[in-house]
């Protein structure tokens, strides 16, 4: 395989991970809209943790699609 196919490959798969990681922190959030819009949550725990990993998966997949950018050239 060249360069670029694993490139899309990696691209691929992160991009698979990133969109269940966003599924699962809206099926355990709340509602918003729902009344309590004055209270504010902190985030704790697997909250937290899966909040986290979206910002490191986002950096990941803008790195490698400037990367896959780059070696189509």
């Given at each position: 395989m060249k360069y670029e196919e694993y490139l899309?490959?990696?691209q691929i798969i992160v991009?698979?991970?990133l969109v269940l990681i966003v599924l699962m922190q809206a099926r355990g959030g709340g509602g918003f809209g729902t009344g309590a819009?004055?209270?504010v949550r902190t985030r704790r725990g697997v909250?937290?943790?899966?909040?986290?990993?979206?910002?490191v998966l986002v950096i990941i997949f803008l790195f490698i699609?400037?990367?896959?950018v780059t070696a189509a050239r």
């Open positions: 899309n490959v990696a991009s698979i991970t819009s004055s209270i909250e937290k943790t899966l909040f986290q990993l979206t910002i699609s400037a990367l896959s």
